[in-house]
């Protein structure tokens, strides 16, 4: 199964944990079992069909687009990155 890495801002969902293992070879099956294991994930991460404009998602090493029929593998490692912002 993929690993996802959560976030901090999103473990409060998960019970604190990291990563976690869901199933799933596209974005879309991950995102909706990452929602039956932790309700209220999906919103957090998603505008409708797309991954929300201010998280980039990183699989295996590389940012995917924003929609959810991106594939991965059962052994891929999936990071939700939030978007920084500020400055001057």
């Given at each position: 199964?993929?690993?996802?890495?959560?976030?901090?801002?999103?473990?409060?969902?998960?019970?604190g944990?990291?990563?976690?293992?869901?199933?799933?070879?596209?974005?879309?099956?991950v995102?909706?079992?990452?929602?039956?294991?932790y309700?209220?994930?999906?919103?957090?991460?998603?505008?409708?069909?797309?991954?929300?404009?201010?998280?980039?998602?990183?699989?295996?090493?590389?940012?995917?687009?924003?929609?959810?029929?991106?594939?991965?593998?059962?052994?891929?490692?999936?990071?939700?990155?939030?978007?920084?912002?500020?400055?001057?």
């Amino acid at each position: 199964m993929p690993t996802v890495w959560i976030p901090s801002l999103m473990r409060d969902l998960t019970g604190g944990a990291d990563k976690v293992e869901v199933a799933g070879s596209t974005m879309r099956q991950v995102i909706v079992h990452l929602e039956d294991a932790y309700p209220g994930i999906k919103e957090r991460l998603c505008d409708d069909d797309l991954i929300r404009p201010n998280i980039s998602v990183v699989v295996d090493g590389a940012v995917i687009p924003r929609n959810l029929s991106e594939r991965v593998n059962e052994h891929s490692e999936i990071h939700f990155v939030p978007a920084i912002s500020g400055g001057v």
